[in-house]
């Protein structure tokens, strides 16, 4: 949108928290020159300003490894959905339906049968499995569970989505 002409309302914001570091701080604007030197003035009244050393760390990632990360990170994420997406398929098909996201790090699972998502929560915790339950992202979202396929090793998935499967077939029970 920020490249469509009259776009000077619209504020582009990007950051390094999810590709590199969420340490580093360090985030970018691109909005009207007005708003730039207002944003600014409340910063540095704030905060005064981002670090010196980060704002060199993040100079040096950005000219000198940042594409080659993103394209690295691409093509490991699509590696995980892929795999995560299969043991879906092989676990969890009989008990619900999922979009297959073109990017994101999440897969929305929608459960076509009726069961007890805060107890699934929470036996789930006891098996050492974190699921997300829809309804912490959207109260119209109590039949789902948002999985996170970014952090999981990629070797845990099909043994995590099994368990998962066992836990749901013995609170139906």
Do not use: C
């Amino acid at each position: 949108m920020k490249s469509l002409k009259n776009s000077d309302n619209v504020l582009y914001l990007g950051s390094l928290s999810k590709t590199v570091s969420p340490g580093l701080r360090i985030g970018w604007i691109v909005a009207d020159k007005n708003v730039i030197n207002h944003l600014s003035d409340l910063k540095m009244q704030n905060d005064y300003g981002a670090s010196s050393i980060s704002q060199y760390i993040a100079t040096k990632w950005l000219n000198t490894y940042h594409e080659k990360h993103i394209s690295e990170l691409k093509l490991e994420l699509k590696k995980r959905k892929d795999i995560f997406i299969d043991a879906l398929k092989t676990h969890l098909s009989m008990y619900g339906s999922w979009n297959d996201p073109s990017g994101s790090f999440y897969i929305w699972f929608e459960f076509s049968i009726s069961i007890n998502v805060k107890k699934l929560f929470n036996e789930s915790i006891k098996e050492n499995i974190l699921i997300q339950p829809g309804e912490i992202y959207d109260s119209n979202y109590k039949n789902y569970i948002r999985f996170s396929y970014s952090y999981i090793d990629e070797n845990d998935i099909n043994r995590s989505l099994k368990k998962l499967s066992n836990i749901i077939k013995k609170i139906r029970n």
